[in-house]
């Protein structure tokens, strides 16, 4: 992946409870983060991905511009990612036709597959088998949002100050940032959050589908403070430290529940993407993010059930060169920002600052 660095950008990651943020720069042909950071929001700011208070996440974002009270930031450029329940990505299967056409082609097909109309959308397109030409069909990957999801992002990070120069899909910017470079295959790509796993197959580098589940790390900690009677600090020390082998088995079937809803989905992923293309690579590993995804055991349970690896990602190893520096950030913390840290490699990929 080609990633000149041609001028530094932000990746600002928001959710409805707080923002993460991140920005790389590259030194004497090395890239460390020049700095990072996650701020709370108020609550009622954004409700389930919908901005309610423009001028209040304003506010919020600013906060970005004197990060740390060390100085105001030169560039203002950055990258966001949107909510990914107010997004549609869809994989639709169209006749093969010239790619200077395809635009307006999808554009009367969107209605089929998206319950808006096209004029009330901004959407972007790529085709995944542009080398097989000799098949009568293509596949094109969707990803397209209401215009006033974006706009109102928009007119919130201007607000802060900042210019935004792209807004991409959460689980594509996470799949750069965990998928290691120049790896050819098709993976699943699970990312656990505070409230809800979301699984991605990834196949050359393009994320395909999505599919959320409503389970994430508040509920594991729920579960371990009412089975041992812990608090919320308590409940993280058992969880990322000694995992598993600190539960009775009591616990472990208390856990049974949430474990089998993260291991159901992850398999419906990988049996959907194996019977709708037959004929493609299967999926050959899943790789795990997300802060949760530090429970101790939960790649070794999985890949028990899944029967294929299943690994945290290495995003150190995947973005640094580790034999010449130790980057500014800890490897434990990469695994909360890999959302942020895929936002800001896609500004090696802007050639220009021409913005439409």
Same mark, same amino acid.
């Given at each position: 992946m080609a990633n000149p660095f041609l001028f530094s950008v932000i990746g600002l990651d928001i959710s409805d409870e707080s923002f993460k943020y991140l920005r790389l720069d590259k030194h004497k042909d090395e890239q460390d983060v020049t700095f990072f950071g996650e701020e709370p929001l108020a609550k009622g700011i954004i409700d389930a991905g919908e901005?309610?208070?423009?001028?209040?996440?304003?506010?919020?974002?600013?906060?970005?511009?004197?990060?740390?009270?060390?100085?105001?930031?030169?560039?203002?450029?950055?990258?966001?990612?949107?909510?990914?329940?107010?997004?549609?990505?869809?994989?639709i299967r169209t006749q093969r036709i010239p790619l200077g056409e395809l635009r307006q082609a999808l554009e009367f097909q969107l209605e089929e597959h998206i319950p808006f109309p096209p004029a009330d959308l901004y959407f972007d397109y790529q085709v995944l088998d542009l080398a097989e030409r000799s098949r009568p069909t293509m596949d094109v990957v969707v990803t397209a949002y209401p215009k006033a999801t974006v *706009?109102?992002?928009?007119?919130?990070?201007?607000?802060?100050?900042?210019?935004?120069?792209?807004? *991409?899909? *959460?689980?594509?910017?996470?799949?750069?940032?965990?998928?290691?470079?120049?790896?050819?295959?098709?993976?699943?790509?699970?990312?656990?959050?505070?409230?809800?796993?979301?699984?991605?197959?990834?196949?050359?580098?393009?994320?395909?589908?999505?599919?959320?589940?409503?389970?994430?790390?508040?509920?594991?900690?729920?579960?371990?403070?009412?089975?041992?009677?812990?608090?919320? *600090?308590?409940?993280?020390?058992?969880?990322?430290?000694r995992g598993f082998d600190a539960m009775s088995e009591d616990i472990i079937k208390s856990l049974t529940p949430a474990l089998v809803a993260l291991k159901d989905e992850a398999d419906r992923q990988i049996g959907f993407w194996e019977r709708r293309y037959p004929e493609r690579d299967p999926v050959s590993r899943v790789y795990l993010c997300g802060g949760d995804a530090l429970l101790h055991g939960l790649p070794e349970f999985l890949a028990q059930e899944l029967r294929i690896p299943v690994e945290r990602a290495r995003i150190w190893e995947n973005i640094f060169n580790l034999e010449k520096q130790i980057p500014s950030i800890t490897a434990r913390e990469t695994m909360r920002y890999a959302t942020t840290f895929g936002l800001a490699l896609r500004g090696g990929d802007i050639v220009s600052l021409n913005i439409v």
């Open positions: 901005i309610k208070d423009e001028v209040a996440l304003g506010e919020a974002l600013k906060r970005i511009q004197n990060f740390g009270g060390k100085k105001k930031l030169r560039d203002p450029y950055l990258i966001l990612s949107l909510p990914e329940e107010k997004g549609f990505l869809r994989l *706009e109102s992002y928009m007119n919130a990070v201007q607000k802060a100050g900042f210019l935004p120069l792209v807004f *991409e899909l *959460e689980s594509q910017a996470i799949a750069r940032a965990v998928v290691p470079r120049n790896t050819k295959g098709v993976f699943l790509v699970g990312d656990l959050g505070k409230t809800r796993t979301t699984f991605s197959i990834v196949s050359e580098g393009t994320v395909n589908f999505t599919s959320t589940v409503k389970v994430g790390g508040r509920d594991i900690d729920a579960i371990l403070m009412n089975a041992l009677q812990l608090t919320p *600090e308590q409940a993280k020390e058992v969880k990322f430290g």
